[in-house]
């Protein structure tokens, strides 16, 4: 039976109890993990203490998180006044969080916003970026009610489950009354060795093809709206958010032949590179394989990006992170990815990969069960300033 929405005790209960016990992953992960470690045995430092303030929400590029929260909201507030309050409030606490010297540890919080904010309740419809829509329901899903969409997404990021969940239980607290939790999904990254990318519970690296975090000109192609697109004034500096909870089959998938499995990703399982050669890093190159003899035709990441001039837009930055909800009533592996992409523009990013991606083989592993389409805030500029001023500062 698919849980009931949440309160706010029994939200608050499991966070705590996913602090208490950790999480017993598939890979073998276990609740008594400690904080990765140099060569040299000292732990490495956190790249979840970044700066509150700034043009953009430092924490979208930051590295894939060691642990994650994500909690969907909807506004319960009567009026626009009592929202722009619990915007200020989460604003002050997710400030106070990302401060290296508080006391729940390092952390990092990304705030979006739904499309079903914008609806007639708090006059904000004419503000709605103009690509924020409702997720759509996609062939091959199975969306549960309960675990999709909401009217704000927020995303904490920690370096181990007890911080995680100490800090989405202050999140919560600050803006009861405002907000109610609507679902929630935790987990984990296992990094590799360089820190620049997770291996999921399928096995293969993640976002071996995102832009580069570090670098201005990609982002502002690929990840962040501009001044000038065609969005509302306060979208700047923001950026469309797609999340994704995909059940994985595992029992399924480790049932499955490696070489297979690799011909269905597109890429060498134990090192990430291509199926034609090189490293993790390598750009794929199918100039020379036009009928898929090295990288089959329906590999993913070839549908994703064919790498050809028939594709406007070949880059969003993923950001997600592996969970695990045990084994449900049939025996059967609950676990998966909680998929999540940032890109200037939905139509051009997530949508056309998802497009392309329709009926790969892939897709008899998965099953997508939640998530929905959000906007991650701009930045704070400043001390004056709070996550969402922008948008509701004259509403």
Not at 94 to 107: E, K, P
Not at 201 to 208: E, I
Not at 313 to 338: E, K, M, P, Q, V
Request: aromatic fraction near 6%.
């Amino acid at each position: 039976m698919a849980p009931g929405p949440l309160s706010r005790r029994s939200f608050l209960s499991g966070a705590m109890a996913v602090a208490a016990g950790g999480l017993a992953v598939a890979c073998g992960r276990g609740s008594d993990a400690e904080a990765p470690t140099s060569a040299a045995g000292a732990a490495s430092p956190s790249t979840n203490a970044v700066d509150f303030f700034g043009e953009h929400q430092a924490g979208i590029v930051t590295p894939p998180p060691r642990s994650a929260t994500m909690v969907a909201l909807d506004a319960t507030a009567a009026t626009v006044a009592a929202v722009t309050g619990g915007f200020r409030a989460l604003s002050d606490e997710v400030r106070a969080l990302t401060d290296v010297h508080d006391d729940v540890g390092a952390v990092n919080a990304i705030v979006a916003v739904g499309p079903s904010l914008f609806d007639e309740r708090y006059g904000l419809a004419a503000r709605r970026p103009s690509e924020l829509v409702a997720m759509p329901r996609f062939a091959n899903d199975e969306l549960d009610p309960t675990r999709t969409h909401g009217d704000v997404l927020v995303t904490v990021s920690g370096d181990d489950d007890t911080t995680t969940a100490a800090a989405i239980q202050r999140v919560v607290g600050a803006v009861d009354g405002v907000l109610a939790p609507r679902w929630t999904v935790s987990g984990f990254n296992e990094r590799s060795a360089d820190e620049a990318h997770a291996r999921n519970l399928m096995g293969f690296l993640d976002g071996t093809s995102n832009p580069d975090i570090t670098a201005e000109a990609p982002m502002r192609q690929f990840v962040w709206v501009r001044p000038r697109d065609d969005e509302p004034e306060w979208a700047a500096g923001g950026s469309y958010m797609a999340v994704r909870v995909i059940r994985m089959l595992l029992d399924d998938w480790e049932g499955t032949g490696v070489a297979d499995q690799e011909a269905i990703i597109g890429r060498r399982k134990a090192s990430g590179a291509p199926l034609g050669g090189g490293t993790a890093a390598d750009v794929p190159d199918y100039v020379d394989d036009h009928d898929g003899a090295v990288t089959p035709l329906t590999a993913h990441i070839r549908l994703a990006n064919p790498r050809d001039t028939s594709i406007e837009y070949d880059s969003i930055l993923r950001r997600g992170f592996s969970y695990d909800r045990g084994r449900d009533a049939a025996g059967r592996l609950d676990a998966g990815l909680a998929f999540v992409s940032f890109q200037r523009s939905l139509d051009k990013g997530f949508l056309a990969i998802q497009a392309r991606l329709a009926g790969e083989p892939l897709e008899q592993f998965t099953r997508p069960q939640g998530g929905g389409f959000f906007f991650a805030l701009p930045g704070v500029r400043d001390e004056d300033d709070w996550l969402g001023r922008t948008l509701l500062h004259a509403a």
